[in-house]
């Protein structure tokens, strides 16, 4: 179980832009992360991720807290797949790109040529691992972002916006192969017919608060939305 506890996160000319969060993710759990521009999702993302570091509050994992000196721990167990796949595909190939993060974490070539194929298999995307990234559509090269995730073998995966840029197949075929993996799912939205597609509980974030934790009901209730700018 992934557990948050009054995590605030805090920019030097912005404070508090998450502000005291608690919640929990089990294992396998799919959990949509919703709220207006400027609410703190993917300041929550990034901290989560151990990109930011938190002003107060901390993270664990099954018991395991999270501070700075084991936050390497961390980043092996929680993957973030930014926003914007090109934030994260930098190498000449899908291939190369895949295979940094095991790279870097000491696997060796064998292990780590094994976890790229099952990565790009699991995603439906082999024929890719020697095209450029920079040649790729929108949904060709979400999915080569969600390998170089994959392929560190995580056990919580954090989406932020992991529909942008996609048409309404991509979003489809995106949203079958995000319920097939077994990891527990945290993602930012602003898509809530995707949100109610695969997940199964909802956090909405207002101000850097959040303001209600539920079953996808939330998703229905317009007054709650509005209430919240959405
Ligand atoms: P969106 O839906 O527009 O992507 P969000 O919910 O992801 O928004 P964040 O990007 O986390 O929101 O921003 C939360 C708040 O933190 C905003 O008020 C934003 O202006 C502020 N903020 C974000 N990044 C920085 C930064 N680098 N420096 C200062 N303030 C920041």
């Not at 973030?80 to 993060?101: C, H, K, R, S």
């Not at 919580?156 to 942008?164: G, K, N, V």
């Not at 939205?189 to 539920?214: M, P, W, Y």
């Amino acid at each position: 179980m992934l557990e948050v506890c009054g995590l605030s996160v805090s920019y030097p000319e912005f404070a508090n832009a998450v502000d005291g969060v608690f919640f929990a993710l089990r294992e396998g759990e799919k959990v949509a992360l919703i709220g207006a521009n400027g609410a703190g999702k993917t300041t929550l993302l990034l901290a989560l991720a151990g990109v930011l570091t938190p002003s107060e509050g901390n993270i664990s994992i099954d018991g395991v807290k999270f501070n700075k000196k084991n936050i390497h721990d961390a980043r092996k167990k929680i993957g973030l797949v930014f926003q914007n796949p090109d934030d994260q595909l930098f190498m000449p190939n899908i291939y190369e790109d895949a295979a940094f993060g095991p790279r870097n974490f000491g696997c060796s070539e064998e292990e780590t040529r094994e976890r790229v194929e099952n990565a790009l298999c699991q995603l439906g995307i082999p024929q890719l691992a020697r095209r450029s990234p920079l040649k790729l559509s929108g949904g060709e090269k979400r999915l080569a972002a969600i390998s170089t995730v994959l392929t560190m073998r995580p056990s919580y995966m954090l989406f932020d916006e992991p529909t942008a840029f996609l048409d309404p197949r991509a979003k489809r075929a995106l949203a079958e192969i995000l319920s097939g993996l077994p990891q527990g799912k945290l993602i930012a939205t602003h898509d809530l017919a995707f949100a109610e597609k695969i997940c199964s509980r909802v956090l909405l974030l207002q101000n850097g608060r959040l303001t209600a934790e539920g079953g996808i009901d939330i998703l229905r209730n317009a007054a709650l939305l509005e209430s919240a700018g959405l």
